[in-house]
T-cell receptor
Framework: DAKTTQPPSMDCAEGRAANLPCNHS???????VYWYRQIHSQGPQYIIH???NNETNEMASLIITEDRKSSTLILPHATLRDTAVYYC?????????????FGTGTLLAVQP | GAVVSQHPSRVICKSGTSVKIECRSL??????MFWYRQFPKQSLMLMAT?????????EQGVEKDKFLINHASLTLSTLTVTSAHPEDSSFYIC???????????FGPGTRLTVT
C-alpha cells in the first residue's frame, strides 16, 4: 500500500471550516483514499473515502486532486467534538484480506 | 452504521496471567476481523488478521504464541494475551469488515494494564 504524509497537528476555530491535507504521491490506480478519525481513547471512526471524484457525506467532504497525488478532508463547520487525530490511508477497495495501515495522522485541535 | 463491540473495556491483570478480549460484530457478519495495538501517543499498529474458521495471519514481529486469536464464528473474534507482562499494557482495538459495502468498522477498544 502507498504511504501518506500528513502534518502532525493543526488548529481550527470552532465554527470555521477545517481543511486537512494529505499527500499520497505514490498512490496507484486501484487505490482509494480513506479518512478515519480517532477521538482520544476511542476506536477509529470511518469518515469518508474516494477514488478520484470529490465526495461528500453528512460528516465531511473529500477533495482529491486530478493527479490523485494529494487530497483534502474538509469539515465544513468544526465543533469542539471534532477534536481528534485524523488519519489519511490509501488502500485498494475490498478484497479478502485488505487491511488498513495507519500512519501518524494529524491532531486537529478545535479551539473555542 | 455497523456496530462493533469489545469486552471488557478495561482490564487489569497481574504479570504472568492471561487475559481474553472479545470482539463482536453486532449487526452484521464479519468473515474478517483485525486486531490492533496502540501505545500512548502512538498510532495504531496492526497485529493480525483473523478469518472465520481459519488461522490468523500475524504481522511481522508479533508473537503468535503470545497473542492467541480465535475467530470461531462470523460475529466473534477473541484475542488472548498469554503470560502477560507490564510491557503488554496497551490499548487493544479490533475491527470487523462488513460484507457490503466492504468497509472496516472499529470497536471502542480495550485498555489492558498489567501490574
Amino acid at each position: 500500500d502507498a504511504k501518506t504524509t500528513q502534518p502532525p497537528s493543526m488548529d481550527c476555530a470552532e465554527g470555521r471550516a477545517a481543511n486537512l491535507p494529505c499527500n499520497h504521491s505514490t498512490i496507484s490506480g486501484n487505490e482509494y483514499v480513506y479518512w478515519y478519525r480517532q477521538i482520544h481513547s476511542q476506536g477509529p471512526q470511518y469518515i469518508i473515502h474516494g477514488l478520484k471524484n470529490n465526495e461528500t457525506n453528512e460528516m465531511a467532504s473529500l477533495i482529491i486532486t486530478e493527479d490523485r497525488k494529494s487530497s483534502t478532508l474538509i469539515l465544513p463547520h468544526a465543533t469542539l467534538r471534532d477534536t481528534a487525530v485524523y488519519y489519511c490511508i490509501v488502500k485498494s477497495f475490498g478484497g479478502a484480506t485488505n487491511k488498513l495501515i495507519f500512519g501518524t495522522g494529524t491532531l486537529l485541535a478545535v479551539q473555542p | 452504521g455497523a456496530v462493533v463491540s469489545q469486552h471488557p473495556s478495561r482490564v487489569i491483570c497481574k504479570s504472568g496471567t492471561s487475559v481474553k478480549i472479545e470482539c463482536r460484530s453486532l449487526d452484521f457478519q464479519a468473515t474478517t476481523m483485525f486486531w490492533y495495538r496502540q501505545f500512548p501517543k502512538q498510532s495504531l499498529m496492526l497485529m493480525a488478521t483473523s478469518n472465520e474458521g481459519s488461522k490468523a495471519t500475524y504481522e511481522q514481529g508479533v508473537e503468535k504464541d503470545k497473542f492467541l486469536i480465535n475467530h470461531a464464528s462470523l460475529t466473534l473474534s477473541t484475542l488472548t494475551v498469554t503470560s502477560a507482562h507490564p510491557e503488554d499494557s496497551s490499548f487493544y482495538i479490533c475491527s470487523a469488515r462488513a460484507p457490503d459495502p466492504s468497509e472496516q468498522y472499529f470497536g471502542p477498544g480495550t485498555r489492558l494494564t498489567v501490574t
